[in-house]
């Protein structure tokens, strides 16, 4: 009775616990809606000012300017962001003085409702926008064919004309561009699905200055085009090793970046400058409910935005709940290989749980789809399942092997006097002492498995943290984005530890009958 009290005491606890997690992280999410202001320093109207004392310059860390910065300004705290429109609302929070980026991608977030924000005159730094190439492409003589098709695209005026339309004029319908019916070739390329207007989505599909080079190119070259969308910190990597044939993503052609890929010729200028704090055009006021309403419609409603979201959902939900069953089928297994001390089992397997667990995930993971299969034309997809099987079946390995530890010797032996045979006496006797011991580490893996899926963005997969990635580089706000996605992870590793709950009371050993553990034996022994 007391035990029974005592479990629907919990019930209610944990609820409330459930609750005060979903209130905490709803008003972690308001925070970033509502932000908060920083006292900062005196208004920055110049690049010059940035070599003042304890300045505070945003800028992205995959471009070349944030190691700049940090040599030019040593007075100044240089933060890298990974994310720019968060970067932007930093500035209008008063949490940055400053974010350097590209100027007309900062024009078109103030032009897209980024507000309290302006872009200071002058120039910090220039880049040459160029095509990266791979050294490995599988089309011949590929980086002179691009050069050649730029020639003549400049020649005619083309070049010039596409960016004048996207960059300039903000006309951001795809031309008809003929597609070849009978393709010598299959072009594959590297893009970003980020930055608008070079590499965007519109809906479902993508769209750009980009894209429409890349269809023009494959028109003109006689190929068919594959869009790999890869984030900025694996792009080059994917070229490098031949995953990709080129990189059309607004790609700066840097002596660095150069060391590792040939580009092609310069496509234009980017011009990197400062966005800053805007005293005299502070953010329209609004109340918060239109604030809300505004940014539920551009995050879910506009151009059907939740069908991006939704098959983010679904590939995460692939992704883990085959990671669980393929994972703890080979865990398992391979402790089973194991429980008898086998040399060779021990020995190869304390060398790849050590490789597997002493990486980190992400390092994992792109070493499995550019190196191991880098050769091999496995989706990003399949990859991830292969790479966080051998995660969570490491895991399920110890987790097993721990458990089944605690149970004294003397119970199997007991076990097989009484006619079980080695097998039924761990299977019936040995490994149902050892769950209880085994299932509530294994439910807390579950939930650290789906969290460890957000990394496989890196490797083409678009989940659910990179269709939130995209949605927020169209609408320059974090709140629903974040929101949604935040909720999503939590709401699936609560309902996949729910599943693993269910399975525990179903092997808990006190909850089986006489006959349950007796079936098979012989009846004279």
């Known amino acids: 009775m007391h035990r029974k009290k005592q479990k629907s005491e919990t019930r209610p606890a944990r609820r409330a616990g459930k609750a005060a997690g979903i209130f905490i992280l709803l008003a972690m999410m308001l925070f970033l809606v ?32 944030y190691d700049m910065l940090k040599k030019d300004y040593p007075n ?33 977030a103030i032009e897209h409702g980024t507000e309290g924000v302006k872009l200071l005159d002058g120039t910090y730094h220039s880049n040459d926008a160029a095509v990266g190439i791979s050294p490995a492409a599988k089309i011949p003589n590929l980086q002179e064919k691009i050069n050649t098709f730029i020639r ?51 809906g479902t599909q993508l769209n750009g200055y980009d894209i429409e080079l890349a269809y023009r190119f494959a028109s003109w070259l006689g190929a068919d085009v594959e869009f790999k969308v890869i984030d900025y910190g ?11 044939d080129c990189i059309m993503a607004n790609l700066y052609r840097t002596e660095e970046n150069s060391k590792t890929i040939p580009f092609s010729e310069t496509l234009f200028v980017v011009e990197m400058t400062g966005m800053v704090p805007d005293s005299a055009r502070p953010a329209a006021a609004k109340s918060f409910w239109d604030s809300i309403a505004e940014s539920f419609e551009k995050t879910f ?30 865990g398992f297994g391979v402790f089973l290989l194991c429980r008898k001390g086998n040399p060779v089992a021990n020995g190869l397997t304390h060398i790849m749980i050590r490789l597997v667990t002493g990486l980190p995930t992400v390092v994992l993971l792109m070493v499995l789809y550019y190196i191991i299969f880098g050769g091999l034309s496995i989706p990003g997809t399949i990859v991830s399942v292969i790479c966080f099987t051998m995660v969570f079946g490491s895991a399920v390995f110890a987790m097993v092997n721990t458990g089944v530890s605690t149970v004294d010797k003397g119970q199997a032996e007991a076990a097989c006097s ?15 002492q050892a769950m209880p011991y085994i ?20 490797v083409t997969v678009q989940d659910l943290t990179k269709m939130g990635d995209i949605i927020r580089s169209r609408t320059f706000e974090a709140f629903f984005p974040l929101l949604v996605v935040a909720l999503v992870y939590f709401i699936l590793a609560d309902l996949l530890t729910a599943l693993a709950r269910r399975l525990e009371l179903h092997t808990d050993p006190k909850r089986r009958t006489k006959e349950k553990i007796m079936k098979g034996v012989k009846a004279g022994d």
Request: hydrophobic share 40%; charged share 20%.
């Open 418 to 432: 009484l006619g079980f045979t080695d097998r039924k006496a761990f299977f019936d006797v040995v490994l149902p």
């Open 234 to 244: 694996g792009i080059i990597t994917a070229a490098a090793t031949g995953e990709v």
């Open 34 to 65: 509502t932000g908060c202001s920083g006292s900062g320093n005196k208004a920055i109207t110049s690049l010059e000012q940035l070599s003042e004392p304890g300045i505070r310059i945003g800028v992205p860390s995959t471009i070349i300017e």
């Open 152 to 202: 003549e695209l400049r020649a005619d005026g083309t070049l010039e004309d596409m960016f004048d339309r996207w960059v300039l004029r903000s006309e951001y319908e795809m031309p008809a561009i003929p597609k070849t019916e009978n393709p010598k070739y299959h072009l594959r390329v590297a893009t970003s699905g980020t930055v608008m207007p070079y590499s965007y989505y519109v």
């Open 439 to 458: 299932m509530p580490n294994y439910r807390e893996q579950i939930a650290a498995l789906v969290k460890a899926t957000s990394v496989v963005g890196y």
């Open 301 to 330: 409603i506009r151009e059907n935005r939740w069908q991006l979201l939704l098959e983010g959902i679904g590939t995460t939900l692939l992704i883990t709940v085959l990671s669980i069953l393929l994972g703890t089928a080979l």
């Open 76 to 108: 100044a705290t240089v933060i890298p962001y990974t994310d720019s429109p968060l970067g932007y609302r930093d500035v209008a929070n008063g949490r940055l003085d400053v974010f350097v980026y590209a100027r007309e991608e900062m024009k078109l």
